[in-house]
């Protein structure tokens, strides 16, 4: 398709608008061994975002969360500025794709080398957390070997998680069917990509690593790689 740059505002209300084709299809489990597919959309597997046209401060806020081991942060101003991430979507309770999401994400930090946790992190926010506190995402993030440095999971009351998940393209009524889509975003140069979990760990890990190191590199130059 003719992929256009958009606002983050924008990009992300088209997120939003995607959702229902990303998310959980009733819950059902993906076969084993393999990563979910995500019901066949209209945009590409990897769509170019451009940089926001207002304060990214503002637009996400500095409301607080709570991290796997129960340490507070401010959502924009420790989270996010100055990193590359990836957010995603899960709740502990979940058994069929985000299990598969976590494996993924798993291979695709393997992927990226030194510059996990370094230059890039990974940004988990639970759509349930009303039932996850810390502690359930850091056992969670321990049966998944997914616990560490670089690897941020975040829960808080639930009217701040709503208004982040909400900003983010990622929020549901029901919590089984938040967007499974990844969100990559360097918050250094304001470019991001869209992505879906099911293309191969190392593609989805060049683009991340492009995102956080292309030094004013136009976003329509970044090539946008497809799982065929």
């Given at each position: 398709m003719n992929t256009r740059l958009l606002s983050l505002p924008l990009a992300l209300a088209l997120a939003a608008a995607s959702s229902g084709l990303l998310a959980h299809d009733g819950h059902a489990k993906p076969s084993a061994g393999t990563a979910p597919a995500a019901t066949a959309a209209p945009t590409a597997p990897i769509a170019p975002m451009a940089?926001?046209?207002?304060?990214?401060q503002a637009y996400f806020s500095d409301r607080e969360f709570f991290t796997q081991d129960g340490q507070k942060l401010r959502f924009y101003s420790d989270v996010l500025k100055g990193r590359t991430v990836v957010l995603s979507t899960i709740y502990t309770h979940c058994d069929g794709a985000c299990p598969l999401i976590t494996q993924q994400l798993n291979q695709v930090r393997n992927n990226l080398g030194d510059s996990f946790g370094k230059d890039i992190f990974f940004v988990v926010?639970?759509?349930d957390p009303e039932r996850d506190s810390p502690q359930a995402l850091k056992k969670y993030a321990a049966k998944h070997s997914s616990d560490g440095p670089g690897w941020i999971y975040l829960?808080?009351?639930?009217?701040?998680?709503?208004?982040?998940?909400?900003r983010l393209g990622q929020w549901a009524a029901n919590i089984e069917s938040h967007s499974t889509q990844l969100i990559a975003w360097s918050f250094i140069t304001d470019r991001g990509r869209k992505m879906l979990p099911n293309l191969p760990p190392e593609m989805l890990a060049t683009q991340i690593k492009m995102l956080a190191s292309t030094d004013g590199l136009p976003l329509s130059e970044l090539p946008a790689l497809r799982a065929d």
């Open positions: 940089k926001p046209k207002r304060d990214p926010i639970s759509s829960t808080g009351r639930k009217g701040d998680v709503d208004f982040v998940l909400r």
